[in-house]
């Protein structure tokens, strides 16, 4: 099993930063393919960004390209997501996800374990 907890969620003014943190625990072997998702209130969970096991390739969703940026230390077991020139609609719950797999992965159904979330509220 591997544990995921995030960290590093507020509330932030739009156009503001916000950086989140992911640690893992346990059987960190198997989270290798690691991704960002949120969930806005009323809507599905979404993906917002992916990276591979050895880091060397990222994926984003188009809305926040050139916005976000997520990083990983395997050697800490640790994922970020750097949140730049934050939007009102960046505002929702921020899930980080962990797969077996070694690339990126859009689909939710691909990540075995999940952490419990941290909220972002942008305002404006």
């Known amino acids: 099993q591997v544990q995921l907890v995030e960290s590093g969620g507020g509330l932030v003014q739009a156009g503001g930063s916000l950086r989140l943190s992911c640690a893992a625990s346990?059987?960190?072997?198997?989270?290798?393919?690691m991704g960002w998702f949120r969930q806005a209130p009323g809507k599905e969970r979404e993906f917002v960004a992916g990276i591979t096991w050895t880091g060397g390739n990222t994926d984003y969703t188009g809305s926040v390209k050139g916005r976000f940026a997520i990083s990983r230390d395997n050697a800490k077991n640790t994922v970020w997501l750097q949140m730049n020139s934050l939007k009102r609609e960046d505002t929702g719950v921020y899930f980080c996800?962990?797969?077996?797999?070694?690339?990126?992965?859009?689909?939710?159904?691909?990540?075995?374990?999940w952490g419990q979330g941290t909220q972002v509220t942008v305002s404006s």
């Open positions: 346990g059987r960190t072997s198997s989270s290798r393919g």
């Open positions: 996800a962990a797969g077996t797999f070694v690339g990126t992965e859009r689909d939710q159904s691909r990540y075995a374990y």
